[in-house]
């Protein structure tokens, strides 16, 4: 499978697991529910963009560098939290664990994806 698909397909699942994971974090709290949640909103459709429309160009791989680099960033955020130890032991704790491990995974991933991408460059097409 080629590199640039890998890095759609991995860059779309890690928005995904993005999602579910701040959908998690506004449920038990962590992070307070409101208005201001829209800016989420934003944030995943510029990803979008970026992974969709943008993938053949160095601003989308810019783009999904940066996703991953925010998707990596999760468990590393959570698990360092003083809370952290109560929510994973408490009730849906085996979820949240389990999204910071695949998202980390998945941003890593892409931004090894993406790094390659950006440093290899793509084949010129010949006319």
């Known amino acids: 499978m080629k590199t640039a698909t890998q890095l759609t397909i991995a860059s779309l699942l890690s928005i995904v697991l993005m999602t579910l994971h701040v ?25 979008l963009i970026g992974t969709l429309l943008l993938a053949d160009r160095r601003l989308g791989l810019v783009i999904m560098l940066i996703g991953g680099l925010f998707a990596a960033a999760m468990p590393v955020l959570h698990m360092r939290g003083a809370r952290y130890p109560t929510i994973a032991a ?18 890593v991933y892409s931004m090894i994806l993406a790094l390659r991408e950006l440093w290899v460059g793509r084949p010129k097409k010949s006319t």
Request: aromatic share 14%; hydrophobic share 45%.
């Open 90 to 107: 408490g009730e849906g704790g085996f979820f949240f664990v389990w999204s910071l491990i695949a998202v980390g995974t998945t941003g």
């Open 23 to 47: 959908t998690d974090d506004i449920q038990r709290g962590i992070s307070p529910p409101g208005a201001d949640n829209v800016g989420a909103v934003v944030i995943f459709t510029v990803w």
